[in-house]
Structures are given as C-alpha cells and as structure tokens.
C-alpha cells in the first residue's frame, strides 16, 4: 500500500470512530424518571374482544370498546388507525363522530385531536369485513385499533376464527 491510502484508511477509522462515540447515549442526559405508559389517563372497559366463529357470507361484525379519561386533564386522541384494510375504527365522544378510519395507506395516518374530558367516556366501534381478504382469509384473525395519545398509543385488539 502506498502512504497515501494508509493516510486515507487512518482518516477514515478516526471519522468512523469519532460518529459511533458522540452517537452513543449518554445514561446521565436521562431525565425521565417515570415511563409515559404509567401516567396514561385512557382506560378501556376491555382490550380485547373475541368474536369467536364468524362466517364470510354474513358480512361484517362489530364490537364497541368504552374508553374513559381517568386523568385530571383532557386527553387528545391525534390519531387513530387500523392493523389491516379488513378492519376500520370510528371514535365517539362529545356527541361528535370521528371517522371511520382504517390501515394507514403509503403515507401517514391523519390528525383527528379528538379531545376527551376528565372523567368522560367515549366509545370506538370497530368493524371487521371477513370478506375482505377473499377466500384465503379464512382461519384465525387478530386485528389492532392503535389510539394515538400524547401519552402514548392505546390498543384495542379483535380476534376470530373466519368461516366461509
């Protein structure tokens, strides 16, 4: 090797290892000393609901969650969204209707800032289309309804066993 690769090659480790020391987290920087999924103000009657048995002829069913803020402050719920396209969510509370909405396309999922009140319950109602997927959807499904809060994100989950 001539000088001036070695050079390069020097140049390059000292570059590489100057990133990965001033990228490494810094343990004293932390300044949080409670996890945000301990101060969530939204609770569900129930996370998860199983249909049991449906079948793909009769259409689609429906389950609603009841959600309250068992917070001292108002609760924004910013975003909602589904895990598949089979799947949608509407958000009731106030006596106004947000949706309904669905999997995230290739893009974003959008802004509702859907405000609950202390001590307010809400309802979401999902509904699941088991036809959807077409005749290769049958047999066990779970599906997610993802309420994205400042707090964090609250999921309700569904569950079936899809006939035809």
């Known amino acids: 090797m001539n000088k001036t690769t070695v050079i390069g090659i020097t140049i390059a480790i000292a570059v590489l290892g100057g990133i990965i020391w001033t990228a490494r987290p810094n343990p004293g920087n932390n300044t949080a000393s409670v996890p945000l999924s ?12 199983d249909f049991g048995q449906i079948s793909m002829a009769a259409g689609k069913v429906k389950h609603v969650f009841k959600i309250e803020n068992t917070g ?20 009731m509370t106030n006596g ?12 974003f999922a959008p802004k509702i800032n859907a405000t609950i009140n202390p001590g307010e319950e809400a309802t979401v ?12 959807g049958v047999g066990p499904i779970e599906r997610a309804v993802y309420l994205e809060t400042p707090t964090g994100t609250e999921e309700l989950r569904i569950k079936a066993v899809v006939k035809p």
């Open 38 to 49: 301990s101060i969530k103000a939204l609770k569900a009657e129930e996370t998860n609901f």
């Open 72 to 91: 001292g402050g108002p609760v924004t719920v910013e975003k909602m969204y589904t895990s598949c396209m089979c799947t949608e969510a509407l958000l």
């Open 96 to 107: 106004k209707q947000f949706g309904p909405y669905g999997m995230p396309g290739h893009g």
């Open 125 to 136: 109602e999902v509904i699941f289309d088991p036809a959807a997927h077409g005749p290769a």
